[in-house]
């Protein structure tokens, strides 16, 4: 089993994403889709990773599996966040970590990939908690979703 190395994640980035995923938490359905949605816009192409958006003739934004996803994503990756201080690393559940890493890899998820969904997040964020955002609290936010992405690619390898 390989050991990921985890780059420290201070009390005051804790802090700061503590602070705005407690601000954020009600509005979790409604930000997840928005987090998604601004995926698309960004990469229309992203859509055809996901096996049902694929013949959908639903609108995005009325996609009742599409909410699930974008929901289930949103606060998980949020709630790794806020996990990642105590914790001292990605607090995923192993089984979880693999299959999102075996999804991943299957759906061809490359660096650009998770770049553009890194965008959409800190954008996201920003947008729900403008009183509160800051570039420190942007940075918090950043080293915990490349953790969590660490934490995928790690399991993003063939099953042999």
Known sequence: ???????????????????????MKKNSGELGLKFFL???EIAPSAQKMFSFLKDSQVPLEKNPKLKTHAVSVFVMTCESAVQLRKAGKVTVRE?????????????GVVDEHFEVTKFALLETIKEAVPEIWSPAMKDA????????????KSEMKPSS
């Open 38 to 40: 601004k995926i698309f």
């Open 1 to 23: 089993m390989s050991t990921l190395e985890v780059r420290s994640f201070t009390e005051e980035q804790e802090a700061l994403v503590v602070k705005s995923w407690n601000a």
């Open 141 to 152: 936010w950043g080293e915990a979703y490349d953790q969590l992405v660490g934490a995928i």
């Open 95 to 107: 089984s979880t970590l693999k299959k999102l890493g075996a999804s991943h890899l299957k759906n």
